[in-house]
């Protein structure tokens, strides 16, 4: 078909949907208990050269504890989906695990300011760097879900974002005007953080899906981190709630406050504070070592983490927060 | 005389051919029975696919509508169609069970039209799923009573894609590659699709029939494989279940 | 871009998403008070020449009583999306109210056997019919939905379903694989039933979604019938619950049993007798005639149908049905 | 010397163009803040949409992120970032604030780089959601501090669509019709565009300032206006709001 333009941006995986059908058709659908620690999650699942994508939003019901875990193993040479990335950017800019990088949204942490060491990281030039926005990579998890190798849109048109971008434009069949034709994006590995899964792998969050529910589909490997464990009586009681079925989840690792220091609706809220330590220890390196080793490196799972940073008072502080519950009322 | 019908025959061969794990879209009727057999007889874990969206159901009892509540009953997701039918778009269900008015010798189905299809002499309910699970799913499968008025030479009217033209035209035609017709159940044989040609090819003869019988009422020239099995009937099990938990009130597997 | 091929089909609808644009921009959005009777919202909502589409699928969560309604205000000459459609088409056709179909499923009751009437009536001739199918309906809303003129799908290709549907192939871009683009549909005019809906159209339900996330984003009017209303505390309290926000909405009728003879997930099963009651009526003119007097035209509202057709204690049989309450224990 | 500071001005000028009934994709910081005002003062109504998927929330409280629990709190729908931006594809999205690195006479914004792309000088976050916004809500207004650093004549990248290269080149960009750039909001003037040209031309002067002002700090020829207002200040109410009630940590507004 005329292709009326194509972005100079490489596709750093591959949009052949009968290639990942393949895959998909072998994949695993009987009910096996899948809970696993997360460190033997990331080592089976997630492997130097995959692309890897993270379910959330910057620092909202981000897999951070999965952040982690990939830094302590060393992952490297990874692609990245880097949509809305913000502390999960930091922490894997910080083991320098991914060398390709898909851009949305990086270096930046929104309100906060900017993210330093994932700044310099990819201005060391050791990064090759395709341009997209936050839709466009919504909409390329999205392809792939749906089993097409590329999904029309009305954005980028114009702008250099479409010039550095992989994305073609095409004209419409039905009405002749141009359109964005955005390449399926399958993700070989992907971590997505819930509130509520049972022991298969069907899982359950609350608030915004951001572009997890695609993500989950699009995935060829699939790790769900999960505050806690429900039984599967109730996934069957209700199936209405389950966002995300068992069928297409490799891992099931039981992770409580695994989205911390980033928020997790209607549990905890921020560590604001936290996350101003980040941006401090990362304007020097050598403090930035340190501070790594303190928080990840020499911590042997979530949990230290958590009891290194104040454990349950911090917790129930930020749960405080969460729910808009005034000191006084405590 | 056997001690069942050639639809209990139907339901449990091809219940057979759902292993453990595996993953089936169904329509109501026939193929939720041999479904929901399988799943009580050998493979508890069969993922039944409904196009409505119920996914990964426990069949409580036989559905009226493939969007009734015991579709999603006990399931891993109550989605929406389009959930389901990107399942399958994306590989993720082997098997499906289509059935129609007329079949061909590549195991294309008509459920649209006879006669023309501006003013049809009649009118069928269309492709609702099966054109979209049919070229989506890795193994299309039918059972239905086998005559010649069903299994013709020409279809009025190609609503389902089986292998097409047969030879190498379903890979040309832009349908997701390695998909297509697998088993044709009917109440006389079974049959399967030669790999080069494409063509319906009888495997195996059920109890009571002769390769005669299979020939006579089909439209079109069948192929014979070398070997021919004779199929075989029901264990005394699979007609338990069928009966006492599948269909008590006999619906499907009638009286 | 060059099309390799073209269904021969007609497309009753602009795919135009600048057209579609110009009409949403105009929605109200403010939080107003539209609840109203079914009645008063097809008079305000629904006109000749309309294109309709209904929610659910065929006898499951359907909004029966606005079938009932609309052929009670002798709508005539709408165009209407037929995406399994069972009993609801069979209201439609015994209304005459549609004279051009999009068709994926038409003229059947599933297991139960086939609508005479809605068979006759299509093969009178005097309906213009164009194939598609079951997903490529739910495409062509949800193209609508995402604001663009076509979706790309996998289906219908090699067959006369294409050749008589209003599709098109295409090539992909990135892969030169062959595709079908589906065109946009955007129905003039919706009736989708929920469970729970308030005041300002904020709609819950649960069970299988069908295509109704995609058709109420689609549509350009929107009714919503529902069981009952709930608080938009409850609503506010919820976000994640909530499937159709209000303003998409613009009235909010309140039916209960609005389903009714359909089934409504948790709420009712459906009234297998009386949908024999309607097959067999169907057969004779001059019973039909009369039978349509009796439930529809003869009837103030659905209230009236549902009085006629065995009140509450019908209701209950039918509850106890949905929810498997063997007999004894009632 | 004023009772309010220029981001005060900047707010509480945005926020007017709000009306009741009216829906606007925010970020963080003084987008959201102009939304809350809108909503305290003359436009309770008004639908905040943000991009990680929150719709139509009361605000209880500045958000930190896009994506937190604030921007769904009372919402009308907790969905998708899909969600939002097909809502914001369909038309239904009136308004979005948008900011940059960089602007230039097309209100077009850099916000991915400063020197080459290979090798950037300086790596910004990129489009996020921006050109999502840019292309499909109807009407774009950036509020930004001016200088003539970020007023450029020529932008080292083009990350989000304003009128591209003006007249109607947009138009035949196929980007949605009828969308663009419409205010441009600044410590010294507001800003909107010449409908022929699509330039950026001044349409008032806030207090304090004179159009020498604004000319110097701007990298670009602007034109002005036949008539150039004075930027109504801030009201007693909205600066009241404001400080009490929108942003009392002065996280956007300062001290």
């Known amino acids: 078909m005329n292709v009326i333009e194509s972005g100079m941006g490489p596709v750093f995986s591959n949009p052949d949907p009968d290639e990942a059908r393949a895959f998909f058709r072998k994949k695993n659908r009987t009910k096996t208990n899948k809970v696993m620690s997360l460190k033997e999650a990331v080592e089976k699942f997630a492997h130097d050269g995959d692309y890897l994508a993270i379910g959330g939003f910057g620092a909202n019901r981000t897999p951070v504890a999965a952040c982690h875990e990939i830094v302590r193993q060393r992952k490297k040479n990874m692609g990245f989906a880097g949509h809305t990335a913000t502390h999960d950017m930091q922490i894997l800019s910080a083991g320098e695990v991914y060398d390709r990088l898909d851009v949305a949204y990086v270096v930046g942490l929104e309100a906060r300011g900017l993210a330093g060491a994932s700044r310099s990281y990819i201005q060391s030039g050791r990064v090759k760097v395709t341009e997209w926005t936050n839709y466009s990579l919504t909409m390329r998890l999205k392809a792939a879900a749906m089993g097409v190798p590329f999904l029309p849109t009305r954005n980028m048109m114009g702008t250099d974002t479409f010039k550095y971008s992989g994305a073609k434009t095409i004209e419409c069949p039905y009405t002749g005007k141009k359109l964005v034709a955005l390449p399926a994006l399958y993700p070989d590995v992907a971590f997505i953080h819930v509130h509520e899964a049972d022991i298969y792998g069907n899982a359950r969050f609350k608030g915004i899906a951001v572009a997890d529910l695609d993500l989950a589909n699009a995935a060829k490997r699939l790790i769900i981190t999960t505050e806690r464990l429900i039984s599967t009586d109730e996934t069957q009681r209700d199936p209405s709630s389950t966002k995300i079925p068992y069928h297409v989840v490799d891992a099931v690792c039981v992770v409580p406050f695994g989205a911390y220091p980033g928020t997790m609706p209607y549990e905890y809220f921020s560590d604001e504070a936290h996350i101003k330590e980040w941006m401090a220890a990362e304007k020097d390196p050598e403090t930035f070592k340190a501070f790594l080793n303190e928080i990840i490196y020499d911590c042997k799972d979530n949990e230290e983490y958590i009891m290194r940073n104040g454990g349950f008072a911090k917790m129930n502080e930020l749960r405080a927060l969460e729910l808009m519950i005034p000191k006084e009322k405590k | ?255």
Chains 1, 3 share one sequence.
């Open chain 2, 1 to 255: 005389m056997a001690d069942y019908n050639s639809m209990e025959l139907m339901i449990s061969v091809a219940s057979r051919e759902l292993e453990n794990g595996a993953t089936v879209g169904v329509g109501t009727g026939a193929p939720c029975a041999a479904a929901m057999l399988a799943q009580k007889v050998a493979s508890p874990d069969l993922v039944i696919v409904f196009e409505a969206g119920g996914f990964g159901p426990e069949l409580p009892e036989m559905p009226i509508s493939v969007g009734d509540s015991r579709t999603f009953y006990k399931a891993s997701l109550a989605g929406s169609m389009g959930d389901t039918m990107e399942y399958c778009a994306r590989g993720f269900v082997d098997y499906t069970f289509l059935g129609g008015a007329q079949i061909d010798m590549y195991g294309n189905l008509n459920s649209t039209v006879i006669g023309d299809h501006a003013k049809p002499k009649v009118r069928f309910p269309g492709s609702g799923g099966a054109n979209d699970f049919a070229s989506f799913c890795w193994r299309m499968m039918v059972m239905t009573p086998q005559n010649s008025k069903r299994f013709v030479e020409k279809l009025d009217f190609r609503t389902t894609p089986g292998w097409l033209e047969g030879g190498d035209s379903r890979a040309k035609s832009g349908l997701p590659l390695g998909a297509g017709p697998y088993k044709i159940i009917t109440d006389m044989a079974v049959m399967d699709f030669e790999p080069e040609s494409k063509r319906m090819r009888v495997i195996s003869i059920n109890p009571g029939y002769q390769l005669k019988d299979v020939k006579e009422n089909c439209g079109f020239e069948l192929l014979v494989a070398d070997k021919i099995k004779e199929t075989a009937p029901p264990t005394a099990e699979e007609l338990r279940i069928l009966r006492e938990e599948v269909d008590p009130y006999r619906y499907v597997i009638g009286r």
